[in-house]
């Protein structure tokens, strides 16, 4: 039963991650690009890319719903392995990059959502 609450918890963050992602952040992220003076091909390409990213925490939290609803199927578990292996690599990648030339990564939550999500998924298997 407590690989159920693992995968909940790891929805909820997933969830909770592209609510705060796609909306409040989304909102601030809008500003910042539309002020800047950038080409609107790179504008472009940076709003995809924000919005991937939504929609990837969107995919995830949806998954570990589905395997918590079904947390006694271990064949369904391992649907969960490449969502905690895409948060795990994005989470060493915010780090990798905070470390060196790109400091203010480590400063926003990407990386602790990120590890947050691998962690609980992992618990959950």
Do not use: C
């Amino acid at each position: 039963m407590e690989s159920f609450w693992f995968f909940v918890l790891a929805g909820i963050a997933s969830f909770a991650g592209a609510l705060f992602h796609g909306y409040l952040g989304g909102n601030i992220y809008m500003k910042n690009i539309n002020e800047s003076n950038m080409n609107s091909l790179t504008r472009s390409l940076s709003l995809i890319s924000w919005h991937i990213f939504t929609t990837f925490l969107l995919v995830g939290g949806a998954t570990f719903f589905l395997i918590a609803l079904n947390s006694n199927n271990e064949t369904l578990k391992l649907a969960a392995y490449p969502i905690i292996v895409i948060n795990l690599m994005g989470a060493l990648l915010f780090i990798a990059l905070g470390l060196g030339n790109h400091p203010q990564l480590l400063r926003l939550p990407g990386a602790y959502l990120m590890a947050a999500i691998a962690i609980l998924g992992l618990l959950g298997i």
